[in-house]
Antibody
Framework: QVQLVESGGGVVQPGRSLRLSCAAS????????IHWVRQAPGKGLEWLTL????????YYADSVKGRFTMSRDNSKSTAYLQMNTLRPEDTAVYFC??????????WGRGTLVTVSS | DIQMTQSPSSLSASVGDRVTITCRAS??????VAWYQQKPGEAPRRLMY???KLQRGVPSRFSGSGSGTEFTLIINSLQPEDFATYYC?????????FGPGTKVDIK
């Protein structure tokens, strides 16, 4: 079955960097774009970024543009979110999700990132 | 960017009720709206996409309608497992935008 598993979250100081991974299985990873969405504690969903199936196109929310970079390795069925210059307001659960019909369909369970000194 | 609003922000309903949630866009977005259900501690689940297309495996009591700037998610005959928070997602162009959510709880 389709499965996405996020990893790499943790506690990090403001201004530091972190890289999240999204390992996929149960489908042909190289055929689908991948989204990242986050959810701050007790808050709603915030769409962050998408990478196309082949990695040639990437789109970002204004809140993370220039600080976050998405990439993928189709040989490993894994997508990545490199997060630089982290801020306390980046504290959230980060979800990756497969794209079908131009929207996220299957989601991982998320990984918690806490930005705090 | 195009902003999305949802109403109501929360509602209380009983099992068997018909529930209507509305999502409005600050400008026209065609039919490019998806709906998600999220329960506490879980990942979101896609219910609808392209306004009215039902995700495989989602019960037919869920339906979507609308176009342009106003979109509606209807839950016919609310079931106990439907108590959750619902989000719309605008996906006409990047960056995408979620609505702020509507929490449906038990009356």
């Amino acid at each position: 079955q389709v499965q996405l598993v996020e990893s790499g979250g943790g506690v990090v100081q403001p201004g530091r960097s972190l890289r999240l991974s999204c390992a996929a299985s149960g489908f042909n990873f190289s055929y689908n774009a991948i989204h990242w969405v986050r959810q701050a504690p007790g808050k709603g969903l915030e769409w962050l970024t998408l990478i196309s199936y082949d990695g040639t196109s990437k789109y970002y929310a204004d809140s993370v543009k220039g600080r976050f970079t998405m990439s993928r390795d189709n040989s490993k069925s894994t997508a990545y979110l490199q997060m630089n210059t982290l801020r306390p307001e980046d504290t959230a659960v980060y979800f990756c999700a497969r794209d079908t019909s131009a929207t996220p369909d299957y989601w991982g369970r998320g990984t918690l990132v806490t930005v705090s000194s | 960017d195009i902003q999305m609003t949802q109403s109501p922000s929360s509602l209380s309903a009983s099992v068997g009720d018909r529930v209507t949630i509305t999502c409005r866009a600050s400008q026209g977005i065609g039919n490019d709206v998806a709906w998600y259900q999220q329960k506490p501690g879980e990942a979101p689940r896609r219910l609808m996409y392209g306004t009215y297309k039902l995700q495989r495996g989602v019960p037919s009591r869920f339906s979507g309608s609308g176009s342009g700037t106003e979109f509606t998610l209807i839950i016919n005959s609310l079931q106990p497992e439907d108590f959750a928070t619902y989000y719309c997602l605008r996906h006409n162009r990047y960056p995408f935008t979620f609505g702020p959510g509507t929490k449906v709880d038990i009356k």
